[in-house]
């Protein structure tokens, strides 16, 4: 029997060794600490949970979110109601799930950490503090600080940004979104099961300038840092260029998830590539084919699934936070208009959802353009006549 060996067990891991294992094949999970806190929002998309309903569908804890605030300097803060809810977990819950579910699956757990990977004779020779592990193929999910160098993507400190944030003991119903000034990056508060996860992700600054914005942002809203815990992570963004020849797999190994730079380069999420990878790789390693034609194919699918997709959005991101549109910038913008544009609120929508690849926005946006500046227009008179008329009627009594 063949036996693969999952080199993580956060989601992406937990997914691929899965499959694997309720497959057949033998699967080992190593991962030094399996189910850990994060800072990062912990949201899962409509995207995610409609292809796999068992995120929604479990005892897990989690929140079901509807209202969220987006605010950017000068536009203010606007309520959008999401059609289709973001489910919150937090992030040590969803990953125990995942590992729940390998391990019913047949997958063996080792709380181990790996030291060292070697390849000889078609045969992979995993060092842990207890021993050696031999398998035939590897799955690469350690995270995005990859110990292992010869697998896995790899990227400069432009490919990166931080995230970063507190575990805060309060609660609230909804999400708020904040953009900042000269940021490629927002600031976060999503409610979870019992506390809120208040951060901030941003590329371009150092995780010092990143805390100090976070931390004013809550002084301003009276989120009390008091008894509230502090994670730091750094995330991979790649640049569009270094997506273009994303080192994903290799002789005897597929990486997934962060490990393998699979994360959105304008959200920053990265719970849906994880997971979508591991299934992915999973299928790749179960189809009927030589050994040797698995990192070609894994490729292939990726490009195809998603790749193309967070390529070009790794064109938009700066553009998106740092551009300027109509003598403002884009975040600001943004807002003006969904304030005014049914349609383009649908639109965010949709990239909330995930339900919006980016290669397809452009022609969306020059295809609802006239009717999204028709309804902007028609709201600017709309309130100027009102006010105009409010006025008049004042003037007169």
């Known amino acids: 029997m063949k036996t693969v060996a999952v080199l993580g067990g956060g989601p992406a891991g937990a997914t691929a060794a899965e499959r694997l294992a309720r497959s057949g094949l033998r699967t080992i999970i190593l991962d030094e600490k399996l189910a850990w806190e994060k800072p990062c929002g912990g949201g899962i998309t409509y995207k995610a949970y409609s292809q796999y309903p068992y995120l929604f569908d479990n005892d897990t804890p989690k929140k079901v979110v509807t209202d969220t605030f987006l605010a950017a300097p000068k536009s203010g803060a606007f309520k959008m109601q999401l059609a289709r809810p973001l489910l919150i977990y937090s992030r040590i819950d969803l990953n125990g799930m995942l590992l729940r579910r390998a391990e019913a699956a047949g997958a063996e757990i080792e709380k181990e950490r790996v030291l060292s990977l070697e390849r000889s004779d078609e045969k992979w020779q995993i060092k842990t503090k207890s021993g050696r592990i031999d398998a035939d193929y590897c799955v690469v999910a350690t995270g995005a600080r990859n110990p292992l160098r010869n697998v896995g993507t790899q990227y400069t400190a432009q490919d990166t940004m931080y995230a970063l944030g507190y575990w805060v003991p309060s609660d609230q119903a909804h999400i708020d979104i904040q953009f900042l000034p000269n940021l490629e990056g927002y600031i976060w508060v999503f409610p979870r099961a ?18 100090t914005r976070l931390e004013r942002y809550m002084e301003e809203r009276s989120i009390s840092r008091k008894d509230a815990k502090f994670y730091g992570h750094m995330l991979p963004a790649l640049e569009r260029g270094s997506w273009r020849n994303n080192r994903v797999a290799g002789d005897g190994w597929i990486a997934v998830g962060d490990a393998a730079g699979l994360v959105d380069p304008i959200t920053g999420e990265g719970l849906y590539y994880a997971i979508r990878s591991g299934d992915l790789a999973s299928k790749v390693l179960l189809e009927d084919n030589s050994w040797d034609r698995k990192a070609d194919l894994y490729r292939q699918v990726i490009s195809r699934d998603f790749g193309l997709d967070l390529t070009y959005g790794a064109g938009l991101a700066k553009r998106l936070f740092c551009g300027a549109l109509f003598f403002g910038a ?28 980016y290669l397809e926005l452009k022609t969306r946006l020059l295809r609802n353009v006239n009717t999204t500046l028709h309804e902007i227009f028609m709201s600017f008179l709309f309130r100027k006549l009102i006010l105009s008329e409010t006025q008049y009627e004042r003037s007169t009594v």
């Open 194 to 211: 019992g506390h809120l996860s208040v951060g901030i992700c941003g590329k371009g600054e150092s995780s010092q300038c990143l805390r």
């Open 330 to 357: 884009v975040p600001t913008r943004m807002i003006d208009f969904m304030k005014r544009s049914p349609k383009f609120c649908e639109i965010i929508q949709d990239l909330f959802a995930g339900t919006q690849p």
